[in-house]
């Protein structure tokens, strides 16, 4: 069951898209090509046409649109919308249709602070913010972030062991939600979300001693816990050994998360946050720092040739493992678990990060070209999860050689 464009440019289209104006009167004229009971519905402008019941009779509705946007119109027959007697009436050029250009959250990879290079422990303070914020999450599409700093993830920490930390966590008055930040580097009950819970108009503040060296996790603890988190309040903070890390050409910053939306994967416009979805885990987005496109179209990663690549690699989720990859590369080392203190492993192709967690990886770049960073849970690169390591240099003949072939394999 549908409906057929009849004349001009809708002649014969199934369920046509009916484009008007803002102020339009629109006439639509419903002819029964069918020997079954049928009608016209849009109710977002209260209109219901008479039934037609017989083959080759005809109604006529008429009505006014003021205001843009998409709306449905369809067959009010019990069942008959479902059999698919179903289209759009598309007022003016909403965001739905042409898209929403939302600022950028995406934090580049190479924002982050370098070593410390300081041997005595010291008193650091930290101070975080929440910022509600709509930005970009895709092509065309926007949403509305609860970030630390305004981006996503939240800003890269780095402290070393031994050190005395004061956060401060300041919630403007001008958002919505209560806010607090859980450190996983934090010995003590929450990991501080126990003092930071934030009304709107609030700062709080607590002490901790880093006991322990490691890359953590942090993210918002306020309930709905995995809602504050998938909506963009994570990051990672890095709590340097004794001796530091030994010194690399390139350090990188990258998180993996979930977005819930309410509408499919890939539509335009201003996108909404789906509870039913986040409590069964059906995530719609899967985004490196932030958004789709956020490592790739808008902050690659780039590397030359014979420089080793440090990765700080976390999941802020908050639901899904990560089977961190980079195609066409071998982690040289992983720091398994983001435990600095234990001997990383050599030589890996996959490794696992699960949600609340992170991970360290070190590579040396021997050959020029595009390298796609991905969670080999590939149905995710599908759905917006894809990073670009460009490395420019010479070729290197000796260790990769050949003519490329059409399409991208892996
Ligand atoms: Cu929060
Ligand atoms: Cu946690």
Redesign the pocket.
Known sequence: MAFLGVGDALDGQVNPDLQVNPGDIVEIILENGDNIVHNLAIPDFSVQSPDVQQQDTQTTVKFKVDQEGVFAYFCAIAGHRAAGMEGKLIVGNPPEIVGIQAQDLSRSPDDLPGPLNRSVPENVRLDLE?VEVEGRLADGAAYTF?TYGGKVPGPFLRIRVGDTVEVHLKNPATNT????VDFHAVTGPGGGAVFTQSKPGEETMFTFKALNPGLFVYH?A?PMIPH?ISNG?YGLILVEPEAGLPVVEREFYVMQGEIYTQEPFGTKGRLTFSEEKLLNERPEYFIFNGSVGALTDLHPLTAQVGETVRIYYGVGGPNFTSAFHVIGEIFDRVFDQASLTAPPLTDVQTTLVPPGGATVVEFKVDVPGRYILVDHALSRLQRGLAGFLIVEGPDQPEIFNGTPTDGSGH
């Open positions: 929440a609860w939600m209560m806010h607090s918002c306020t504050h309040m």
